[in-house]
């Protein structure tokens, strides 16, 4: 898989839209039709290019949030405000249409089924959509190596797939879930909103002694400030791998 992962991954590819779904009010999931598509390693994304009948293009990078699996795969894609690319895609592009992608890209900010370590992995807001990736893939190779996932969200609706974790937190043996909600909490929340500071990945990560390999995702400050307090917490920074965006 690693190999067939990056041969071909700089070559444009014609991919139609072969499902849509609705994650949030501003959210949308696009699984693609990829003839000859490579195959992918969790973590890793694509470039998608939009042209305009008179030859203007703009291209996107956004994250594979599908376990591998043949020649289709999926994107989390939130709507940005005045974006030349995502309000199309969340907005426009029709089951059947089509779009230019390339990849994937990247070999960093990637998991393997064969690697054994505890993983944490933490995710700010539509920073979910590359670790969602890592824990489907966990489950379709039967791994069970522990993963403890806190995912950061404004409120419950902002959840990207909560059902699909609420119900992973119960099957999928040896994957925990834990939701922190910086606006507003849930009816019969224990807590108030507030945002993802030490106390709580001192509590629901995997502590540095155990060597996890540690994931973080989301906007360019919250990976900073995550990061950092890992380090802190005596993690080795070669172990906690980020992916930013904004």
């Known amino acids: 898989m690693a190999r067939a992962a990056v041969s071909g991954r700089l070559t444009w590819r014609v991919a139609a839209l072969a499902e849509a779904t609705d994650l949030t009010a501003s959210a949308r999931g696009l699984v693609f039709d990829v003839p000859g598509w490579p195959g992918h390693l969790p973590g890793q994304h694509v ?24 020649e289709r795969f999926e994107l989390s894609v939130q709507r940005v405000d005045g974006g030349e690319v995502s ?30 370590a505890p ?20 489950a379709a190779e039967g791994s069970r190596v522990p993963f403890r996932l806190i995912y950061s969200v404004r409120t419950p609706a902002d959840v990207y797939y909560a059902d699909e974790l609420r119900r992973r937190a119960r099957e ?7 939701l922190v909600y ?10 108030g909103p507030g945002r993802l500071g030490l106390a709580e990945l001192n509590t629901h ?3 540095a002694d155990f060597e996890p390999q540690v994931f973080v995702c989301g906007p360019t400050g919250f990976v900073e400030t995550v990061s950092d307090i890992f380090v802190a917490l005596g993690h080795d920074p070669r172990r906690v791998r980020t992916e930013r965006f904004g």
């Open 172 to 178: 999928d043996a040896g994957l925990d879930v834990h």
């Open 119 to 138: 993983v944490t992995l933490v995710a700010g807001g539509s920073g979910i959509a590359p670790l969602m990736a890592m824990i489907r893939t966990r």
């Open 87 to 116: 309000p199309y895609l969340c907005d426009v592009l029709p089951v059947g249409a089509e779009v230019e992608l390339r990849g994937p890209v990247g070999g960093w900010f990637v998991w393997r089924a064969s690697e054994l």
């Open 205 to 207: 990560a995997w502590p």
């Open 182 to 191: 910086t606006r507003a909490v849930p009816e019969g929340w224990p807590s």
């Open 47 to 70: 470039d998608v290019r939009l042209t305009a009948p008179d030859g203007y293009s703009v291209q996107r990078s956004y994250s594979i949030s599908s376990a591998p699996d043949g």
